[in-house]
């Protein structure tokens, strides 16, 4: 039973392009979503995050939007950069907090 | 500040075999986990502990695995005997308070572990 799932494994996109990852959820209760990115033979780091009461959030060159009415999220990069390389996951979490991660996204961005 | 410190980084032993991980979290921080992370697959919780009491570990094989955090600190992670599926990254994180919320979780470089 996968509560949260990225559908894409992978995503390659040219250097100062936008990059987009995407994320879908299943389960209602979650109110809080979050990305985590992770660099070979390190552990996933928090990137950013929203609340089930927005639709965006912002910061620096991410943007994460929340489309509670699809259960799904996206986030964006802008401009993408060599050092974005790297897997993102989508997380989601409710009043549990307990985490739920999807399967990740294989970044990579061209120079 | 320093990170989450786990040990060792890379473990290979032979099905049957037991296995530990180590663990040192953030100084401070209140709740621990510990991640499975099978290859292609996001991290899975295997267990919580909120100081030294477990909050969740609904997903530990409990025929295999134990756990346990000694004084609300450190953990370590025990796997016996181990099996061929266990194969993964076994990484610890921390939180400074846990229990739901926008909390970032602190992750370590994890253990790679590889059973043969």
């Known amino acids: 039973d996968q509560q949260v799932k990225q559908n894409s494994p992978s995503l390659s996109v040219q250097e100062g392009r936008i990059s987009i990852l995407n994320c879908d959820y299943t389960n209602s209760m979650f109110d809080y979503f979050l990305w985590y990115k992770k660099y070979p033979a390190e552990g996933p780091t928090f990137l950013i995050s929203i609340s089930s009461i927005k639709d965006k959030n912002e910061d620096g060159r991410f943007t994460v939007f929340l489309n509670k009415s699809a259960k799904h999220l996206s986030l964006h990069i802008v401009p993408s950069q060599p050092g974005d390389s790297a897997v993102y996951f989508c997380a989601a979490t409710s009043n549990t907090g307990k985490l739920i991660f999807g399967q990740g996204t294989t970044l990579q961005v061209k120079p | 500040e320093a990170g989450v410190a786990q040990s060792p980084r890379y473990k290979i032993i032979e099905k049957r075999q037991s296995v530990a991980f180590w663990c040192n979290p953030i100084?401070?921080?209140?709740?621990l986990y510990w991640y499975q992370q099978i290859l292609g697959q996001g991290p899975k919780l295997l267990i919580q502990?909120?100081?030294?009491?477990?909050?969740?570990d609904s997903q530990l094989p409990k025929d295999r695995f134990s756990a346990e955090r000694l004084k609300g600190v450190d953990s370590t992670l025990k796997i016996q005997p181990a099996k061929l599926e266990d194969s993964a990254v076994y990484l610890c994180?921390?939180?400074?308070?846990?229990?739901?919320?926008?909390?970032?979780?602190?992750f370590g470089s994890g253990t790679q572990l590889s059973v043969l």
């Open positions: 100084s401070g921080h209140a709740t």
């Open positions: 502990f909120q100081n030294n009491g477990v909050v969740d």
């Open positions: 994180a921390s939180s400074p308070r846990g229990g739901g919320g926008i909390e970032k979780l602190f």
